[in-house]
């Protein structure tokens, strides 16, 4: 069983800074992929940033250059540093990660954490 927890949202102005945190329990954390989505209000919730087992991240186009996603395996936490933030990146944003399970894929996700970015 895994559990995801998110924080660290809140209000900021355009052009400013926001580290979104997202802790997990469960067991294997260090060798299972990690990712942030969002989900803006009306909208399907996309993509964010992904990191797997071994660091290596990916992007959507929307936030390359503007967000960094990063992991501690010892804290087993996943971070996502987003700065010169725009107002099109209001959204709640949602830790996640997958499990197999046999030949189905289980997907886990947090409580999520608002970010609104507004003067």
């Known amino acids: 069983q895994v559990q995801l927890v998110e924080s660290g949202g809140g209000l900021v102005q355009p052009g400013g800074s926001l580290r979104l945190s997202c802790a997990a329990s469960g067991s294997f954390f260090s060798i299972y992929a990690m990712a942030w989505y969002r989900q803006a209000p009306g909208k399907q919730r996309e993509l964010v940033a992904t990191?797997?087992?071994?660091?290596?991240?990916n992007y959507a186009d929307s936030v390359k250059g503007r967000f960094t996603i990063s992991r501690d395996n010892a804290k087993k936490m996943v971070y996502l540093q987003m700065n010169s933030l725009k107002p099109e990146d209001t959204a709640v944003y949602y830790c996640?990660?997958?499990?197999?399970?046999?030949?189905?894929?289980?997907?886990?996700w947090g409580q999520g954490t608002q970010v609104t970015v507004s003067l």
């Open positions: 996640n990660t997958e499990r197999p399970s046999g030949t189905n894929v289980l997907k886990y």
């Open positions: 990191i797997t087992f071994d660091k290596i991240t």
